[in-house]
């Protein structure tokens, strides 16, 4: 995981050095400074970086990329750079050039743009207040070395309540915004732009899809490849979107250069094993199983959750972290997922909305029923707010404006027509460039690795925006033509069976090991003197003995765990 930070204003070494020492935690060995005009960066790449990352400059214009990123025709940050000043080229032209896992900052005819890549594979944040104007690969830089009183944000902590996540560009601090997937921040206008927009919807004739996904997907793999990289490492979870990367990769580089890591949370509990192993029998790759239980993640939580830097209250944070840290001690500098399948091919609420769409929609509806429904298909506390929340924070929140409102313009667009590519277009730009990327990137940059996802790449996005609908879903069943691409180079029973997703047990978790670390940091003591949550309504969780609701337990008080040991980690 590299880095990019920077602010401007009068020059401050010891301010930039600051900013840079909140991100030695991701095993950056060296920090370089770097000083134009009024702007001041820390930068560092990684193992993985691509050539073109880097810094370039002329008297008039700077572009500073960190990650991968890539461009037709350049190999050398100066080539990027004379590539924008050349001829006078248009700032979007290059825009429109660069693919590949990046973040960035451009200064250009006087006007500063920073820059997120198309899907939203990398992350970047930026504070913008009066003169000052700072910006960071991680909040917690920003917040720290910005010298402001952090805030917490009423509309965030609504939504990370319903989602598990913050969506959107703001965060869960006020004044700190994050880039969005696809585009750029205007410093002068104070306003972001989408650049990359997939073109929706189109007729194009091609005669073999799925032969089309295999080369698009294979070149995926190619360029997400980091240079240098002999042996692969690979997150096997036993499901469709992990074990086709494993099947590429070793179809591509030789199942001897491929080992795959796999987790299960004990012989107690629901795991993935006989999956995971018949992927690797099948494709003749290794596999090494990693047991994760609360022995092993309680003493390491409060670590887990100040790399997040965002509160995320999904579980799978926890053994991504585990799993990461298990394998840096291997060597490996990056580590292959197969995160970006759900998003962009299809994932289990798609088939709740649909029902919604083709049945609910016909009775007497409001008009947000769409908005409500799909924050009800996370099954998170979207109908739990009001139960949690004290009085007075419940005043601070309102459902229509801080959630349903964010939801309502993707719903509403004209493009794309087709309500199953609205719904993965919401996935794409929210789940998987807020949630699922942002996620992985965290937990395995705390140990000095960069996650590759080849599986999330524009062209793939761009890909599926194209694709006929049956290629996507047909009879019920998802992510139809990843399946029809690897039929015969997996295993009929990971073709064939049904999404599951990652079933971390914190339900049987928190009854049993965690009952008690659960109980200590969600004490009435401890939620009387925030003021946030209502001490009974968590006592009830903690007990498993709501009324209403579907129950679900664990997760909630997994979510709850997470901000609380945030929270304090922030303000306290």
């Known amino acids: 995981m590299s880095l990019l930070c920077g602010y401007f204003g009068h020059r401050d070494d010891g301010r930039l050095r600051e900013m840079a020492d909140h991100a030695r935690h991701q095993g950056l060995s060296k920090i370089e400074h770097f000083h ?95 003169d000052h104007f700072s910006f960071a690969t991680e909040t917690r830089i920003l917040y720290k070395a910005a010298h402001f009183s952090p805030t917490l944000r009423p509309a965030s902590l609504a939504q990370y309540l319903a989602l598990s996540y913050v969506p959107s560009e703001n965060t869960m601090l006020e004044g700190i915004h994050e880039m969005m997937s696809g585009s750029y921040y205007d410093a002068q206008t104070r306003e972001q732009h989408r650049y990359f927009q997939p073109e929706y919807d189109q007729q194009i004739e091609c005669d073999d899809w799925v032969g089309e996904f295999r080369k698009r997907f294979h070149e ?178 309102s459902a229509e404006n801080d959630l349903e409102a964010i939801l309502s313009p993707m719903f509403q667009t004209a493009q794309p027509e087709s309500f199953l590519k609205k719904l993965l277009l919401i996935n794409m730009r929210q789940k998987g460039a807020h949630l699922i990327l942002p996620k992985v990137e965290r937990m395995l940059g705390a140990h000095g690795i960069t996650p590759l996802s080849p599986l999330f790449d524009e062209s793939l996005i761009q890909l599926c925006m194209q694709l006929p609908g049956e290629h996507i879903l047909k009879n019920g069943i998802e992510k139809i033509i990843l399946k029809q691409a690897f039929r015969g180079k997996l295993p009929d029973s990971i073709i064939d069976r049904p999404k599951s997703g990652m079933r971390v047990p914190v339900h049987y978790w928190m009854k049993g090991e965690m009952r008690r670390y659960a109980k200590k940091v969600l004490s009435k003591k401890r939620l009387n003197s925030t003021g946030i949550f209502d001490p009974k309504r968590v006592q009830q969780l903690l007990n498993y003995e709501t009324n209403e609701g579907p129950g679900r337990y664990g997760i909630k008080l997994w979510m709850l765990l997470t901000f609380e040991l945030w929270r304090e980690k922030v303000f306290d």
């Not at 029902?355 to 009800?376: D, M």
């Open 220 to 397: 995926s793999i190619e360029r997400t490849r980091p240079r240098e990289m002999d042996d692969f490492a690979v997150f096997l979870s036993g499901g469709i979107d992990s074990s086709i990367v494993t099947a590429a990769l070793a179809e591509i580089y030789g199942a001897d250069k491929v080992n795959t890591f796999g987790i299960h949370f004990g012989e107690h509990f629901p795991n993935e094993l006989e999956h995971i192993r018949a992927v690797a029998a099948h494709t003749g790759v290794k596999c090494e199983e990693v047991e994760v239980n609360p022995k092993s993640f309680l003493p390491c939580l409060h670590e887990i959750v100040e790399n997040l830097n965002d509160p995320i209250g999904d579980p799978v944070t926890m053994p991504n972290y585990l799993l990461a840290k298990h394998v840096a001690t291997q060597g490996y500098s990056g580590v292959y997922n197969g995160e970006g399948g759900d998003p962009i091919f299809g994932g289990p609420k798609n088939m709740t909305m649909l029902l919604h769409h083709w049945y609910g929609s016909k009775n007497e509806q409001p008009e947000n029923h769409r908005e409500k429904a799909y924050l009800a298909s996370y099954r998170r506390s979207y109908e739990e707010i009001n139960h949690l929340l004290t009085p007075e924070w419940q005043r601070k929140i």
């Open 36 to 130: 134009f005009k009024d702007l001041h960066i820390a930068y560092a790449s990684d193992a993985c970086s691509s050539k073109l990352a880097g810094i370039a400059h002329n008297e008039q214009t700077l572009i500073a990329l960190a990650g991968m990123p890539h461009c037709s025709g350049c190999e050398t940050p100066q080539g990027l750079l004379e590539k924008l000043t050349s001829d006078e080229r248009d700032f979007s032209e290059l825009l429109d050039s660069l693919t590949g896992s990046y973040v960035g900052i451009i200064i250009h005819r006087d006007c500063t743009y920073l820059l997120r890549d198309k899907s939203g594979r990398r992350t970047l944040f930026y504070h913008h207040k009066g």
